[in-house]
T-cell receptor, first 113, second 113 residues
Framework: GENVEQHPSTLSVQEGDSAVIKCTYSDSASNYFPWYKQELGKRPQLIIDIRSNVGEKKDQRIAVTLNKTAKHFSLHITETQPEDSAVYFCAASLTSGTYKYIFGTGTRLKVLA | SQTIHQWPATLVQPVGSPLSLECTVEGTSNPNLYWYRQAAGRGLQLLFYSVGIGQISSEVPQNLSASRPQDRQFILSSKKLLLSDSGFYLC????????????FGEGSWLTVV
């Protein structure tokens, strides 16, 4: 069935360093790939997204890259800050007429001051 | 602008009792609607999604059910709760066209005791 794998499950970085989270999807028909940030006890919030006709997108310290051939996409956070500490989820939109979104299992990012 | 609201925010229910969580979306028509569950420290599990009134797709066999009595209303129910039903329940919506951002409600914390 449809699947999105996300790695790593936990990631600790020093403040100011970069963090990279990777996801792989199985359905080649997927065309939309959002990333969400979830702080403890709160709802997931969209931080950046990318569509299949684009290879890279950047928004200040956050960037996402997409490799359609390999069916993987990555989140890059540069100059990390303590407030970046949260759980990050990737997702892939399955387009086979069902409009489903399948989420990765999440990455707990800790930025150490 | 579009808003999504779900309630109640928290509830503690005894095993075997019924459940009703409600979600409404404002500012859009014909949205796709979703119910996700998140166990403590875990990922997002898709429970149900709906592309229209009365149209419900179930992703995981369980003792939960969903209904969509109106275009922008989505209800999650159970006749008899189990301990394993405890978790953080998130309602979400997206535009009807596939490949659009999914937005989450504030979430409902359910503890079954």
């Amino acid at each position: 069935g449809e699947n999105v794998e996300q790695h790593p499950s936990t990631l600790s970085v020093q403040e100011g360093d970069s963090a990279v989270i990777k996801c792989t999807y199985s359905d080649s028909a997927s065309n939309y790939f959002p990333w969400y940030k979830q702080e403890l006890g709160k709802r997931p919030q969209l931080i950046i997204d990318i569509r299949s006709n684009v290879g890279e997108k950047k928004d200040q310290r956050i960037a996402v890259t997409l490799n359609k051939t390999a069916k993987h996409f990555s989140l890059h956070i540069t100059e990390t800050q303590p407030e970046d500490s949260a759980v990050y989820f990737c997702a892939a939109s399955l387009t086979s007429g069902t409009y489903k979104y399948i989420f990765g299992t999440g990455t707990r990012l800790k930025v150490l001051a | 602008s579009q808003t999504i609201h779900q309630w109640p925010a928290t509830l503690v229910q005894p095993v075997g009792s019924p459940l009703s969580l409600e979600c409404t979306v404002e500012g859009t028509s014909n949205p796709n609607l979703y119910w996700y569950r998140q166990a403590a420290g875990r990922g997002l599990q898709l429970l149900f999604y709906s592309v229209g009134i009365g149209q419900i797709s179930s992703e995981v066999p369980q003792n939960l059910s969903a209904s969509r009595p109106q275009d922008r209303q989505f209800i999650l129910s159970s006749k008899k709760l189990l301990l394993s039903d405890s978790g953080f329940y998130l309602c979400a919506w997206s535009e009807r066209v596939s490949g659009n951002t999914i937005y989450f409600g504030e979430g409902s914390w359910l503890t079954v005791v």
